[in-house]
């Protein structure tokens, strides 16, 4: 069992014997770093999220804004 890449960081870079020895031998902290590891990759995940629907978000503003223009040049050119 080794240990999850999201502990080889450089918060704990000076601590990472223990972490690994820790990780084996004791099932409290390999819970706590599991735990850990599973919410790092949770927020990237939701991160990844946010900035693909943040991309569409704008591409559709953007549209409805080029819409709406479309719509007043239309409307000013039949009225």
Do not use: H
Not at 1 to 16: D, I, T
Not at 41 to 47: A, G, H, K, P
């Amino acid at each position: 069992m080794s240990v999850p890449q999201e502990l080889y960081n450089a918060k704990f870079a000076g601590f990472m014997e223990s972490i690994k020895i820790l990780y084996l031998v004791d099932d409290k902290f390999k819970a706590i770093c599991d735990e850990y590891c599973t919410s790092k990759i949770e927020t990237v995940r939701l991160q990844n999220r946010l900035e693909k629907i943040f991309s569409q978000k704008l591409k559709i503003e953007n549209l409805s804004k080029e819409l709406e223009e479309e719509i007043l040049i239309y409307l000013l050119k039949n009225v």
